[in-house]
C-alpha cells in the first residue's frame, strides 16, 4: 500500500530534550516536505527536500533540523525543543511537489 | 511567497453546491494552484489541481479567472462527509526551489 508513515504518532517530552520524528514513504517520491499545524495558524511548511541530499527552509526552520541521506526517509530533529514546538506535525511526500500525500501525523508536546 | 487569503468559515446543507473562494493576488507565472480538503485529526487529502481556466474531476470542479489572482474550488451537491476545512495551496516546488505555503484554510460546516 502507498503510504506516508510517521513515527512516533504521538510524543510527549520536556525542554531541552533532543527528539526525532520519523518519515518515511514508499512511493520512491522525490519531493518530501514537514508542516506544522497550530490552531488558527493552518498548515505551515519547515523544511522541504527537493531530492535526497537537497534540502531547503521552508516558511518556520527555526529550531529544526533535517536531513535527507535516502529517498525514503525525511526525518524531523529538534535539537532542543521548547514548549513554543508544541504543536501537530505533518510529513508529506510527492512525485515532484504537485500532490502531496500526507502521513497520519505526529503530536508532540513539550512541557 | 504567495500568499493565499480565504473565508474562515462557510455554511452549507445537504444537496447543494458550495464555492470556496481563494485570493492569491501575487501568483506567480509558474505556480499551479492545488485545493486539499482535511478532516479532524488526518493529514490533508489532495482534491484538484489546475493553472488556467477550468478543471474537473470525479469530486470537484476549479474555477481560474485569467488573471489567475484567485480561484475558486467548487462542490457540487455536498453531504455530511464534506464537513472538513479546505485549503489553498499556490505553487508547484517542481517549477522552482520555492518553499509551499497554505492559507490558513476554509471551514466547511454541512448541515442536514
Known amino acids: 500500500e502507498a503510504q506516508v508513515t510517521q513515527n512516533p504518532r504521538y510524543l510527549i517530552t520536556v525542554t531541552g530534550k533532543k527528539l526525532t520524528v520519523t518519515c518515511s514513504q514508499n512511493?520512491?517520491?522525490?519531493?518530501m516536505s514537514w508542516y506544522r499545524q497550530d490552531p488558527g495558524l493552518g498548515l505551515r511548511q519547515i523544511y522541504y527536500?527537493?531530492?535526497?541530499?537537497?534540502?531547503d527552509k521552508g516558511d518556520v526552520p527555526e529550531g529544526y533540523k533535517v536531513s535527507r541521506k535516502e529517498k525514503r526517509n525525511f526525518p524531523l530533529i529538534l535539537e532542543s525543543p521548547s514548549p513554543n514546538q508544541t504543536s501537530l506535525y505533518f510529513c508529506?511526500?510527492?512525485?515532484?511537489?504537485?500532490?502531496?500525500?500526507f502521513g497520519p501525523g505526529t503530536r508532540l508536546t513539550v512541557l | 511567497l504567495a500568499k493565499t487569503t480565504q473565508p474562515i468559515s462557510m455554511d452549507s446543507y445537504e444537496g447543494q453546491e458550495v464555492n470556496i473562494t481563494c485570493s492569491h493576488n501575487?501568483?506567480?507565472?509558474?505556480?499551479?494552484i492545488t485545493w486539499y480538503q482535511q478532516f479532524p485529526s488526518q493529514g490533508p487529502r489532495f482534491i484538484i489541481q489546475?493553472?488556467?481556466t477550468k478543471v474537473t474531476n470525479e469530486v470537484a470542479s476549479l474555477f481560474i479567472p485569467a488573471d489567475r489572482k484567485s480561484s475558486t474550488l467548487s462542490l457540487p451537491r455536498v453531504s455530511l462527509s464534506d464537513t472538513a476545512v479546505y485549503y489553498c495551496?499556490?505553487?508547484?516546488?517542481?517549477?522552482?526551489?520555492?518553499?509551499?505555503?497554505f492559507g490558513s484554510g476554509t471551514r466547511l460546516q454541512v448541515q442536514p
Open positions: 501575487n501568483i506567480a507565472t509558474n505556480d499551479y
Open positions: 508529506a511526500s510527492s512525485l515532484q511537489g504537485d500532490e502531496q500525500f
Open positions: 489546475g493553472y488556467k
Open positions: 512511493m520512491n517520491h522525490e519531493y
Open positions: 527536500s527537493m531530492n535526497v541530499e537537497v534540502t
Open positions: 495551496l499556490v505553487g508547484v516546488p517542481s517549477t522552482g526551489r520555492r518553499a509551499l505555503t
